[in-house]
């Protein structure tokens, strides 16, 4: 059984700083890419950031490109977004999806990010 579970949601300031974390289980997360997404109050859903498997590529929305860094530890099934210098507007819940397509089914429950002075 696919589980993923995200860690380090929060509220921070802007211009501050945020990680999150996403530990996988149920399936051989080695071979997977995973990616995170993102839902803004009354926006349609996001695509952030995806890893391929191997840790070789990455790719960004132009929303975050620069800002956001997407990783991952495949000895410990982990996968990371480190977000810098965030605005109001990376206000949002943040998912991790195991693939690129939401439509996998495969995710978790999301944290909350809250950029507010």
């Known amino acids: 059984q696919v589980q993923l579970v995200e860690f380090g949601g929060g509220v921070v300031k802007p211009g501050g700083s945020l990680n999150l974390s996403c530990v996988a289980s149920g399936f051989t997360f080695s071979r997977s890419s995973m990616s995170w997404f993102r839902q803004r109050p009354g926006e349609d859903r996001e695509l952030v950031a995806y890893?391929?498997?191997?840790?070789?590529?990455?790719t960004y929305a132009d929303s975050v490109q620069g800002r956001f860094t997407i990783s991952r530890d495949n000895t410990r099934n982990t996968t990371h977004l480190q977000m810098n210098s965030l605005i109001p507007e990376d206000t949002a819940v943040y998912y991790c999806?195991?693939?690129?397509?939401?439509?996998?089914?495969?995710r978790g429950r999301g944290t909350q990010v809250t950029v507010s002075s």
């Open positions: 890893i391929i498997s191997a840790g070789i590529q990455t």
């Open positions: 999806v195991k693939g690129i397509a939401w439509e996998s089914g495969h």
